[in-house]
DNA sequence: GTCTATACTATGATAGAC
DNA sequence: GTCTATCATAGTATAGAC
């Protein structure tokens, strides 16, 4: 058997965008174009003719629609950090009150959030460093906000004794990372339904955690 | 209290490069800074005059050491690949023969890895994707050994019957994934030691892969 | 090995016609 | 909104003196 050994940052090929998001036309294209280039590429190795050649249209007509190249990652990013925020936020509404629960209903938003758009994951999470400061902060905000809701209902399953974990903090970090890492090797047909990964994420979380009641 | 939201995708400053890297005088000051240019810049936002700027010398001296920038690039993402599976596999070589010890020992090497060389992972997993072909095969292939070496422990654990957990690809997928992500945090100071950190992630592992026996 | 000088190409962005 | 044409700068890399 010969396994490829060639390496890319994604696995996914879809370039999904949330339907919260109205931009159409040109601009819809090149929004796309974009983040399928910035995620395989790199912001820095892609050029504004690169996306113009990609989105069918000459380099000048992109701004007409958006400011700079700059201008194209910023939307990019804050279009992933609101859709996660709100995919977080929808989730633990709906949850219930109980720790578990709560935990659950953010593990999975979240790991689903990274399988369904892991092209706009990649470029949110891994191309946000290049943004300036001007550009960054609403994004920023928003990532602060789903972080801290993490670690809250963490730390409320600790403090109400049905979580067992000595440090809420990195509790959060390692299930937030084993999350966000499915973006770059998570793609349709490799054995899992998104389900059944959110779903076995979502044990792996309540066990970190020191859950006394995991589902199975 | 105020919060900064400056993003960067790199909390370490730490400039290590593994002892084993044997390259001295200015060919290791251009690594040095380049990669502390590609964690912080990209490799794609990096030029050849930003690097050669940081290590002191004119941009032709870089070509005296390294035939292209890719080639510094390949250097260190095989550097960084290297160092990792070194010490996976010494790791497991030390560990014994009871998977929670083999499972323990390559999880506590892993996490002090991306701690301890934040920014040699950062690079090396970052911007690996941007090598041409012909200059990734190594890395690749080490890569690949790496995560090989997780699934098979978390698999003999399953099939001695230490382990619980339905799908060791996807533990050993979550387990790997957490770590990484630690590069990208982690920095002294921060509160938690390398050591308490490697504890912390080697019980959370243990508990993913459903361990009948957890230290606390 | 390091420098100065430079070739050649690619880059982000703008001007102005349609 | 889209095009052609273009500007000004920055990019990788090389040549050749010391």
Known sequence: MTTSLRVSR??????????TVSTSGTA??????AMRLFASS??????????AEASGVQSATLYAHYQSKADILA???LIGHTEHHRRLRAAILEAGSEPEQQLAALVRAHVLSHAEMSMLAIVANSEMHLLPDD??????????ESTNMMIDVIQRGVDRGVFDTPDPLL??????????RVASWFRPGLGWTEEELS??????????????????
Do not use: H, N
């Open 199 to 216: 779903d076995a994420y979502t044990v792996f979380a309540l066990r970190i955690v020191g859950s006394k009641t995991v589902p199975e």
């Open 75 to 77: 939307e990019l990013v």
């Open 42 to 51: 790199g912001y820095g190795s892609t050029s504004i003719r690169d996306i």
């Open 28 to 33: 819809r294209r090149i929004l796309e174009q």
């Open 171 to 180: 509790a959060a970090a390692a299930i937030g990372g084993m999350g966000i």
């Open 10 to 19: 994604i696995a996914s090929t879809d370039v999904a965008i949330p339907d």
């Open 135 to 144: 550009l960054v902060g609403s994004a920023a905000a928003l990532r602060q």
